[in-house]
């Protein structure tokens, strides 16, 4: 009967360092080399030896581990393999192997050097966390992906969930560094930095502040992408494209970028179209001020005019009747009539308090259409026509005199 004893990594490791000193010997003993120029051929051949091992470690995970896992990947029913486990991300988590070799052969390349070992494994683990943080985040980056739908309340709570992951991995990964540096522990740097939270709370409350608002802007479903957003004072109008934890990017209707802290929203007042989206129609409220001098009883010459010209029937002019009640009831019928005014929606020409520039006429509708430019045609159309027949009805828009 056999017996079989398995190696502990560690004792193959050092029979490996052990082999490729011997290697390395033995080389030297080939090339004739003898006195004070011992130690300087074996640490280069020793160097060249571990930088040719990092080479091939980096060459092998590259071209072969990574075609291998992608083929496992794709063979597997499983949907979050394919999303995360993507070329990408293995090609970054190829850069830590030749790191790794690095730090096991510096022992046997720099022994009789110990500041020079300690300073190359150093810099050797920085170089680990940063190629480990790229690894991580790259991985984070991905998980927002498993919602095959961009834009839905899903996709952007893992947008926002990946951008808080990143930054705890990112700030962690600055700890472990700056801790490796001087030599100290990460747990006693994050342990310290207690003492001095209210500090960093106050240096950085607008960062803060920005985050927070960003997550309540995704959770609270304030916005999507593609809703239509306009916010006070004219300089935000158009359509979201982007939503993340610092930015809101909208394209305006000059397909300008406009890009719109998420503190501006939350904490100040703005629009979302999306409403107008969920309905057959635009809303239009528009106003129109008239001169109070112009409004009156309807004379014998109005009626005879207005009935010649076929704006008001017979029956409308019984009794005493006011030019502005029958322009009222004229262009109801004539928003009514449209194409592109939707008369199964709210459908009202009212007038309103009178005010010192004149007596207003609100006409409140809605239009079919959604884009914007047939939009604005049908409304300046509509508006037009106020303009040029109110003259008809006896009225007259209030004209403020300029000031001079």
Not at 215 to 228: A, F, P, V, Y
Request: with cysteine; glycine share 6%.
């Amino acid at each position: 009967m056999m017996n079989f004893k398995l190696t502990p990594p560690h004792h193959f490791v050092n029979d490996a360092l052990e082999e490729i000193r011997i290697f390395v010997e033995n080389i030297i003993l080939s090339l004739g080399v003898y006195g004070h120029a011992v130690p300087v051929v074996r640490h280069v051949l020793l160097a060249v030896v571990a930088l040719l091992l990092a080479f091939f470690a980096e060459r092998l995970c590259k071209y072969i581990l990574v075609p291998l896992i992608l083929r496992l990947v794709k063979r597997t029913e499983a949907h979050w393999d394919d999303v995360v486990f993507d070329r990408q991300v293995l090609r970054t988590a190829c850069h830590i192997a030749p790191a790794l070799v690095i730090w096991q052969l510096m022992p046997l390349v720099f022994y009789q050097f110990p500041m020079v070992q300690e300073g190359l494994r150093r810099l050797t683990a920085v170089y680990l966390t940063i190629a480990a943080t790229r690894l991580i985040t790259g991985i984070i980056d991905r998980l927002r992906y498993l919602n095959t739908r961009p834009g839905s309340s899903t996709s952007q709570y893992l947008k926002s969930f990946c951008g808080v992951l990143k930054i705890l991995a990112i700030f962690i990964a600055v700890v472990v560094v700056i801790g490796i540096l001087i030599n100290r522990s990460p747990m006693a740097l994050l342990a310290g930095l207690g003492a001095t939270s209210a500090v960093l709370m106050l240096v950085f409350k607008d960062t803060i502040d920005g985050l927070v608002a960003g997550i309540r802007l995704t959770s609270n479903e304030m916005i999507h992408i593609g809703d239509h957003i306009t916010v006070p004072g004219g300089f935000v109008d158009g359509t979201v494209m982007d939503i993340t934890l610092t930015t809101v990017k909208v394209r305006q209707a000059d397909n300008t970028i406009t890009t719109v802290p998420p503190l501006t929203l939350v904490s100040g007042i703005f629009q979302n179209w999306k409403g107008v989206q969920d309905v057959d129609g635009q809303r239009v409220k528009k106003m129109v001020y008239f001169d109070v001098r112009s409004i009156r009883v309807v004379d014998d010459s109005l009626r005879k005019q207005l009935l010649e010209q076929g704006f008001v029937k017979e029956e409308e002019l019984k009794g005493e009747v006011v030019n502005m009640a029958l322009f009222r009831h004229y262009m109801e019928h004539y928003l009514a009539k449209r194409e592109d005014v939707n008369e199964k929606m709210t459908l009202l020409v009212r007038q309103l308090e009178a005010t010192q520039a004149g007596v207003p006429i609100e006409l409140y509708f809605f239009l079919r259409t959604k884009d914007w430019i047939p939009y604005e045609h049908s409304m300046a159309d509509i508006l037009e026509h106020v303009y040029a027949y109110a003259n008809a009805f006896g009225l007259k828009i209030y004209e403020q005199t300029p000031v001079q």
